[in-house]
Nanobody
Framework: QVQLVQSGGGLVQAGGSLSLSCEVS????????ISWFRRLPGKEEDFVAA????????YYDDSLKGRFTVAKDNTENTVTLQLDNLKPEDTALYYC????????????????????WGQGTQVTVSS
């Protein structure tokens, strides 16, 4: 229904910042909300953040303590995730994903609800 193409990521020292992008295309454009998950080696996806495409409402995992920010960019077809004050434990594969029909963080946080996934980008934080 939608295709997600990610860019960004890379290697950064502890305390640094990175910005990830997720470009949305296809016939479902504008009808899906976009979230970010991350996967540590040997573990399943952990919820990071979500944004309602129409409402602009944002949702965050409390453990991030305000270090990450999700937003739509000026093109209105790309969602960004700004990662600040990065820690080594933030090292993971980061994925954007598209979902339709969620309205509570409990729904956004469940990876099983999602229709499409980006290819993933690696974020590595060194100490």
């Amino acid at each position: 229904q939608v295709q997600l193409v990610q860019s960004g990521g890379g290697l950064v020292q502890a305390g640094g910042s990175l910005s990830l992008s997720c470009e949305v295309s296809g016939p479902g454009y504008g009808h899906f909300d976009i979230s970010w998950f991350r996967r540590l080696p040997g573990k399943e996806e952990d919820f990071v953040a979500a944004i309602g495409w129409k409402s602009g409402t944002t949702y965050y995992d409390d453990s991030l303590k305000g270090r990450f920010t999700v937003a739509k960019d000026n093109t209105e077809n790309t969602v960004t995730l700004q990662l600040d004050n990065l820690k080594p434990e933030d090292t993971a594969l980061y994925y954007c994903a598209a979902v339709y029909g969620c309205s509570e963080i409990s729904c956004y946080s469940d990876a099983a609800n999602y229709d499409s996934w980006g290819q993933g980008t690696q974020v590595t934080v060194s100490s």
